[in-house]
């Protein structure tokens, strides 16, 4: 049973896992935000940013919860990113980064610049 409000929007499971997956790189951007810490909430009054290359995260779920690192990378194909310090070493002693999932992150510091500025000012109102 589900309760719908909108008529352009489906309740069906499968229908959701279809648009997620296949969404466009403009709309994984907006899936692929995070939550702003406590200061960076009250200074922007903004609670969730989409993650960007060169912001500062702390991990707040999973093996490497507590973490704290530079985004290095994002990988909006596989909605993933990829933070500095969380990396292992394989078999052939190759270190590689370990994929996280933006929702697992708090934004600590953020990269600004004007586009970002304009955002956050937007946002706010």
């Known amino acids: 049973f589900c309760m719908k409000f909108a008529k352009n929007v489906s309740c069906s499971i ?6 997620h ?14 939550a702003l810490c406590e200061e960076l909430k009250k200074k922007h009054r903004v609670n969730a940013l989409p993650v960007r290359k060169d ?3 702390k991990i707040m779920r999973g093996a490497h919860k507590g973490v704290t690192g530079v985004v290095s990378r994002v990988n909006r194909e596989k909605f993933a990113i990829f933070v ?7 078999n052939n002693r190759q ?10 992150v708090m934004i600590m510091k953020l990269k600004m610049n004007g586009s970002r ?4 000012t937007r946002k706010a109102l």
């Open 14 to 19: 499968r229908k959701c896992r279809k648009a």
């Open 21 to 34: 997956f296949t969404a466009p790189a403009h709309e994984r951007r907006i899936i692929m935000s995070s």
């Open 55 to 57: 912001d500062e995260v």
């Open 84 to 90: 500095d310090k969380v990396q292992r070493e394989k």
């Open 95 to 104: 270190v590689v980064q370990i994929p996280i999932n933006a929702s697992n």
């Open 117 to 120: 500025q304009r955002i956050l």
